[in-house]
């Protein structure tokens, strides 16, 4: 039996990691078909005082908000938003800090030493002041959001891949591939990189939760997309001032954070547990 | 203490100025280097290009960068982070003002992820894969999933709102208490005076419990690895066989090897607790650093963020510093490393 | 010297042990039986998985989550140790009258406290002795002297990885020796150590056993090293005992298939070592009968069918085997 296929029937399994991607198979779906399945797509930018504050009905699910839009397709269009910012970051913060941590993980010296206090003075501040810090220089939007998301997540995967590959260094098959003339890049990336991949790969899924949630709190508080932009975080921003009354315009949103980033974390906690269990229970 | 602790507590000490340094060389190239026009960003959105100009001419923008550089440190050192545009006071008078605060709420939340996540996470460990594990693993997982400004405004909702239990928000309800420590659970307490001491425990409660959630969660999860691994060592199996008490088994040796996973993590935590104050003290109208950071970002404040982000990032390496050294009093194998 | 006559301490009747794991059950002993008598060494040897420890920690009954006794009984001194109520067992029977040296002397240390306090509790808790009695520390000094820690004086306020490996072999001997037990459990003591340390620690522990009339179950896979220690070896094989005797007498005229193989596969003085063909079994699936039988070159007839029943082929010498060689 092929070692995927291994790997597969263990994940199917783990209930836990296997919901987990059932919810981000959801939310994929949800971001792609968004147009499609909103009863009322055009909300993302049309107004309609008439409606405003409506409970949740057989005609808007989950009810209406300030300016009369149907929340339930605003949290669909939302999903999008949501899923693009915290895909570019991930992949972002992936493009810069993996290289990184393979260059200052396989060679021993001064590169390395200058890499690894690089990352860690980004990390020496908060990952969120640190991006409300960066947007607010930069100017509130949601490209600078994930401008600002990638550039305090990037130390994460080169510690990781770092610690890695230091170990992975000593091993005994790379001396060998060393010996045989193999130069560093084509070790790195035919040997080092196939073997990091099992941590990167779980950090990346567990970093698509983290990532969502301070891109929500970033939209809370202002510094990232706009109103009238239906981001999840904005959309209970601007809830507040209706609160108690209009309970459904703040319950919501928070419940489609809470679920997506549940499912990656489940996801990325299956994915640890097939792939190496080993792996320390890591922060975060 | 033997000498090599002490030699590594030194080193961890020396190690801490470059590491602020190299902070304080961040923030300046990220205010000064990255904008287009630095002098617009500290002069807010109302300013006139008039106003703009004497700024920049005031901060020294219009200087070449290296000069600008040795500016920012000098004035770093004297302690002036500029004006608030908000205020109009100073930036460090503003940042000492509302510091008790937050550290008031800091702390609480911190003894309640630690005094409520411990111990749960010790019977998660010992009771492993009962009923009360899956419910407690259950928790910590939402608890790392949950927004928690959506977590506080939930609870605003139901207790406050609803349920009429708590306050809204804001520190206190009744006048506050003699100014001892700028803490006001400590000051009540101290200055006998048991009204503002109720007050100010209604106030916190929602406030402190929210923000602890994330960072129970992360400690009870911690504590149930910890103990696990521990209960697998071949030293527990050898205390067990030469008939050593359970009981002591336990808690005194087992707590304590779990305990220091635990302790190590307070650093991190301490970054969460950081990071969530900001929007929980939004939440709450809890008059803190984070609340200042927020009204900043509304009234595009620069200087006053910048101020607070230097404040978080220095408390936060200095937070890391000391808990490596306990840790290493502790445990003094990590002065071998 | 007639051991077989010396008085028994300890008699392993028939004990079938079970582990549950993710991948089924394994039978990690299967009517296992075993004799030690007063003051005698008796070494339990076989490769690695025949259930050597499995049989050190069912005697004490600290088995691992997952592992169950279903069977048999361990008589001590009289009394069934698997009938015994755990407390009784903690406070009288382990650490006091059986002590235990452990493989690992490093991991078997707890790292965060000092060697004294360590060696302490386990003196502390026993019998009706109440917590706060003091120890006194001069007779921990000279047993440290004993074996050969210098300065013992000043060494209790250290922390184990202050000690090399060969220094917290010799604590541990000296902490399975201090509450004056009757049966020593030694499980692979020489094995993390180094082979120059290793001499060094086999002279130190025969020699204080022997005069102090403590009996010793000696666990090893190096027969090299059970052969000097040992006066009677039982050799074990998949979860079943095989031959039991002298140890001269094992050596020089084995009787059982099994450790005769075992014998061969010593590496002789031109340097040749003789694998034994074939695996060594899956436990959750074991062969029937006697575990041996598909490896055996005697095998045929019953063996695969029913488990042989001890059989006493000279004095004081029993086999397991329907076929014994010879």
């Not at chain 1, 990189?193 to 779980?202: A, E, G, R, Y």
């Not at chain 2, 960003?41 to 290009?49: C, D, I, N, S």
């Not at chain 2, 939440?283 to 200042?292: A, I, K, Q, R």
Request: neutral net charge; hydrophobic residues 50%.
């Amino acid at each position: 039996m092929s070692g995927l296929r291994l790997a597969w029937i263990k994940f199917s399994r783990d209930r836990l990691a296997f919901t987990g991607f059932l919810i981000i198979l959801c939310l994929i779906l949800t971001a792609l078909f968004a147009g499609v399945l909103a009863p009322y797509p055009e909300d993302t930018f049309k107004i309609r005082p008439a409606e405003r504050l409506k409970p949740p009905s057989l005609k808007h699910f989950l009810g209406t908000d300030s300016m009369g839009r149907d929340i339930f397709s605003r949290l669909l269009f939302g999903a999008r938003i949501t899923l693009i910012i915290s895909i570019i970051a991930v992949g972002a913060s992936l493009l810069i800090g993996v290289p990184l941590g393979l260059i200052a993980g396989y060679f021993e010296n001064w590169l390395s030493e200058l890499i690894m206090r690089i990352a860690d003075v980004f990390l020496s501040i908060p990952q969120i002041i640190l991006a409300i810090f960066l947007a607010q220089t930069l100017g509130p939007s949601i490209p600078n959001v994930i401008l600002a998301l990638s550039i305090t997540y990037w130390p994460w995967f080169t510690r990781i891949v770092f610690a890695e590959t230091r170990v992975l260094k000593n091993a005994v098959f790379i001396e060998a591939t060393e010996a045989l003339g193999t130069g560093p890049l084509q070790t790195i990336v035919l040997h080092v990189l196939p073997n990091v991949s099992s941590p990167i790969i779980v950090r990346s899924s567990i970093g698509m939760g983290y990532t969502i949630l301070t891109a929500a709190v970033l939209g809370f508080l202002g510094v990232g997309a706009q109103p009238p932009t239906p981001e999840w975080g904005v959309t209970i921003a601007e809830s507040r001032q209706y609160l108690p009354e209009a309970w459904w315009y703040a319950t919501f949103p928070g419940l489609a954070i809470f679920l997506v980033v549940l499912g990656f974390n489940m996801f990325g906690d299956g994915l640890r547990d097939i792939l190496d269990p080993r792996i320390r229970r890591g922060f975060e | 203490m033997s000498r090599k602790v002490l030699f590594y507590i030194v080193r961890r000490f020396l190690y801490f100025a470059p590491t602020i340094l190299a902070l304080l060389i961040l923030v300046f190239f990220i205010s000064r280097v990255i904008p287009a026009d630095p002098a617009a960003l500290v002069a807010g959105e109302m300013a006139t290009p008039q106003q703009i100009e004497t700024l920049r001419h005031y901060y020294g923008f219009d200087k070449p960068l290296h000069i600008q550089m040795v500016l920012y440190f000098q004035q770093l050192i004297q302690g002036d982070l500029g004006k608030s545009l908000y205020s109009g006071r100073k930036v460090i008078t503003d940042l000492f003002d509302r510091f008790p605060a937050t550290l008031e709420l800091t702390i609480v939340s911190m003894m309640i992820s630690i005094l409520v996540g411990i111990p749960l996470g010790i019977v998660a460990a010992l009771k492993r894969n009962s009923v009360l594990d899956h419910m407690l693993r259950g928790l910590t997982v939402s608890g790392l999933a949950i927004a928690s400004f959506w977590l506080g405004i939930m609870l605003q909702l139901s207790f406050g709102m609803w349920l009429g239990l708590t306050p809204l928000g804001a520190r206190i309800g009744v006048p506050e208490p003699k100014f001892v420590t700028g803490l006001f659970i400590l000051d009540s307490i101290l200055t006998l005076n048991g009204n503002a001491l109720l007050s100010a425990l209604k106030h916190i409660a929602l406030p402190a419990i929210t923000l602890a959630f994330p960072s129970f969660a992360t400690i009870m999860r911690f504590t149930r690895s910890g103990v696990l691994d521990v209960m697998q060592k071949d030293f527990i199996l050898y205390e067990r066989a030469m008939g050593l008490p359970p009981g002591l088994i336990v808690y005194k040796y087992l707590l304590r090897n779990a305990v220091i996973s635990t302790v190590t993590q307070i650093g991190l935590l301490f970054g969460l607790l950081l990071a969530g104050a900001v929007v929980i003290e939004t939440v709450f109208d809890w008059p803190g650093l984070g609340l200042y950071a927020y009204n900043s970002i509304v009234l595009s404040d620069y200087q006053a963020i910048l101020g607070v982000t230097l404040l978080a990032g220095i408390a936060y390496v200095a937070v890391n510093l000391i808990v490596d050294v306990v840790l290493t009093l502790i445990d003094p194998r990590k002065a071998e490393e | 010297m007639n051991q077989n006559l010396k008085e028994a301490l300890l008699v392993v009747t028939k004990l079938i042990v079970q582990f549950h794991t993710d991948r089924g059950v394994v039978k990690a002993l299967d009517g296992a039986e075993l004799r030690v008598g007063k003051g005698e060494v008796v070494g339990l040897i076989g490769e690695s998985g025949c259930g050597k420890t499995t049989m050190a920690r069912s005697i004490l009954r600290v088995l691992p989550s997952g592992g169950r006794i279903i069977n048999g009984a361990v008589f001590f001194k009289g009394r069934d140790l698997l009938a015994m109520e755990e407390r009784d067992l903690n406070t009288s029977v382990r650490g006091k009258m059986i002590t235990l040296i452990p493989q690992d002397p490093f991991n078997s240390f707890n790292p965060v406290f000092s060697v004294g306090t360590q060696i302490k509790d386990i003196l502390k808790w026993k019998g009706e002795a109440k917590a706060n009695r003091g120890i006194d520390e001069t007779i921990i000094w000279d047993m440290l002297g004993q074996v050969q820690i210098p300065s013992p004086e000043g060494q209790l306020k250290k922390y184990p990885y202050q000690f090399s490996g060969g220094q917290r072999q010799r604590l541990m001997i000296a902490m399975a020796l201090l509450p004056s037990p009757d049966l020593v459990i030694a499980d692979e003591p020489t094995t993390a150590l180094d082979v120059t340390v290793e001499a060094q620690i086999l002279r130190l522990m025969t020699g204080l056993v022997r005069g102090r009339e403590i009996s010793v179950l000696f666990i090893t896979h190096d027969l090299g090293v059970a052969s000097e220690v040992c006066e009677r070896i039982v050799v074990m094989y998949a979860g079943q005992d095989m031959e039991d005797g002298p140890a001269e007498i094992l050596f020089s005229d084995p009787r059982h298939p099994y450790t005769i193989e075992l014998l061969e596969s010593l590496p002789n003085p031109e340097g040749k070592i003789r694998d034994i063909p074939g695996e060594v079994p899956s436990l959750i699936h074991p062969p029937e009968g006697c575990r041996f039988h598909p490896r055996c070159p005697s095998a045929r007839g019953s063996c695969s069918r029913q488990r042989p029943e001890r059989v006493e082929v000279a004095l004081g010498h029993w086999t397991r085997c329907f076929h014994p060689v010879r």
